[in-house]
Nanobody
Framework: VHLEESGGGPVEDGGSLRPFCTASGNTDNHWWMAWFRQASGKELEGVAAISRRRGVSYYARPFKVRFTISLDDAKTTVYLQVRNLSSDDTAEYYC??????????????????WGQGTQVTVSS
């Protein structure tokens, strides 16, 4: 299974981006897909997650307003719409997928597959 993120890049303060992650290979057993991010010098943090089987989504508290996670109809591409970006959002954004139901949605060890990341850089 391979996850590949794209859609990051430079953006001005207050702008929007929609990074996405495409899963290839045997994705039939994927249960959850999630976005994490890691800013320079900071820990990896969960942003949003969505259940491929039930379609329900969860957001970490800081990201409930400006972030929206969604799946395409084939459920192999997960999007992260981000609005009103600020310099605090500058980070590497990673996509992750789990093979089973997760006990803690934003615990990185719950996820079996990870992409290489896409960099989002917000400039003022």
């Amino acid at each position: 299974v391979h996850l590949e993120e794209s859609g990051g890049g430079p953006v001005e303060d207050g702008g929007s981006l929609r990074p996405f992650c495409t899963a290839s290979g045997n994705t039939d057993n994927h249960w959850w897909m999630a976005w994490f991010r890691q800013a320079s010098g900071k820990e990896l943090e969960g942003v949003a997650a969505i259940s491929r089987r039930r379609g329900v989504s969860y957001y970490a508290r800081p990201f409930k307003v400006r972030f929206t996670i969604s799946l395409d109809d084939a459920k192999t591409t997960v999007y992260l719409q981000v609005r009103n970006l600020s310099s605090d959002d500058t980070a590497e954004y990673y996509c992750a997928a789990s093979l089973d139901s997760v006990a803690v949605v934003f615990r990185p060890s719950e996820y079996n597959f990870w992409g290489q990341g896409t960099q989002v850089t917000v400039s003022s």
